[in-house]
């Protein structure tokens, strides 16, 4: 069975600098996907970053972006030039590949806070 | 932007009584889920529905949950006899095809059992 790790519980970081979530994961699969997820108070869960196994290059969206290390099964996500906003939940989480019926293990979250 | 819609956003019910949470998917989406999440707890799968049928559940859907998508649009979550440790925040999502991983998330419906 696969399980996902946030060891990070709660976190604050200053606007403008950058912060680092960690998640680990542990699978016997080779290939499967990756997500970070946000969400803000009392909102939906967005995604933030996706990662897929078999690609070496750690995913970038904007301010976001991953260190994936397959062998070392960890997925961290740094937030850069954190804004006000970033302020939310942050879930990673682990899905199959194909053959999933698209069943996602979440972690526990990490709260982010943003101070300005 | 398409997004998944969830109702009621609250509810409180007693202990014994049934309820139902409502979810319309993003129209093009195939792939249909349940997840709640207890408070201070981890998201927890529920559920996955696809093709008019359940594809995949955990050990948490009992006899007492059920889904179904009446009419083509709606796709709901129902428990027939509550129990305190249900209450919880329910997520549905939805996803286009089975290859893109990404799931959409709705808002959450926050269901209390007295």
């Known amino acids: 069975a696969q399980t996902v790790t946030q060891s990070q519980p709660e976190m604050s970081v200053q606007e403008a600098e950058t912060v680092t979530l960690s998640c680990t994961y542990d699978?016997?699969?080779?290939?499967?996907?990756l997500f970070w997820y946000k969400q803000p108070p009392s909102r939906q869960m967005i995604l933030v970053i996706r990662q897929e196994a078999y690609k070496q290059q750690n995913a970038t969206e904007n301010r976001f972006s991953v260190n994936f290390q397959k062998a070392a099964k960890s997925f961290s996500l740094k937030i850069s030039d954190s804004q006000l906003g970033d302020t939310a939940m942050y879930f990673c989480a682990f899905m199959k590949h194909r053959g999933s019926q698209g069943n996602l293990i979440f972690g526990k979250g990490t709260k982010l806070s943003v101070k300005p | 932007e398409p997004e998944v819609t969830q109702t009621p956003s609250h509810q409180v019910t007693q202990m014994g009584q049934e309820v139902i949470l409502r979810c319309v998917p993003i129209?093009?989406?195939?792939?249909f889920y349940w997840y709640r999440q207890i408070l201070g707890q981890k998201v927890e799968f529920l559920v996955s529905f696809y093709n008019n049928e359940i594809s995949e559940k955990s050990e948490i859907f009992d006899d007492q949950f059920s889904v179904e998508r009446p009419d083509g649009s709606n796709f709901t979550l129902k428990i027939r006899s509550t129990k305190l440790e249900d209450s919880a925040m329910y997520f549905c999502?939805?996803?286009?095809?089975?290859?893109?991983?990404?799931?959409?998330f709705g808002e959450g419906s926050r269901l209390t059992v007295l």
């Open positions: 699978t016997s699969e080779s290939n499967y996907y």
């Open positions: 999502a939805s996803r286009e095809t089975r290859d893109t991983g990404e799931l959409f």
């Open positions: 129209s093009n989406h195939l792939y």
